[in-house]
Nanobody, 119 residues
Framework: QVQLVESGGGLVQAGGSLRLSCAAS????????MGWYRQAPGKQRELVAS???????NYLDSVKGRFTISRDNGLNTVNLQMDSLKPEDTAVYYC?????????????WGQGTQVTVSS
């Protein structure tokens, strides 16, 4: 199994920056990919950015050019640098990873961290 611990988040004015980090522990050698999702009140959870063990990245269209996902120590830690933040980026952000348990891929989630962008 994999445990995820998030840090970062908080309150920032529009145009500002925040950095989220997610540290993975446990069966990290089985991790396939890691990413960040977000969920705003009354909305569905959506994928913001992801990065694979091979380094491939994927971004939500609305954050392209503003957010950057990166990794340290392979996939032990994943960071999300968020620049030029907008009020519509306000949400609870969740770290996610997909990892093998035997022959089955499982999703693991962090506890979530609040990001609030004021106008």
């Amino acid at each position: 199994q994999v445990q995820l611990v998030e840090s970062g988040g908080g309150l920032v004015q529009a145009g500002g920056s925040l950095r989220l980090s997610c540290a993975a522990s446990g069966s990290i050698a089985e991790i396939i990919a890691m990413g960040w999702y977000r969920q705003a009140p009354g909305k569905q959870r959506e994928l913001v950015a992801s990065i694979t063990r091979g380094g491939g990245t994927n971004y939500l269209d609305s954050v392209k050019g503003r957010f950057t996902i990166s990794r340290d120590n392979g996939l032990n830690t994943v960071n999300l640098q968020m620049d030029s933040l907008k009020p519509e980026d306000t949400a609870v952000y969740y770290c996610n990873c997909a990892a093998w348990r035997g022959l089955i891929a499982y999703n693991y989630w962090g506890q979530g961290t609040q990001v609030t962008v004021s106008s």
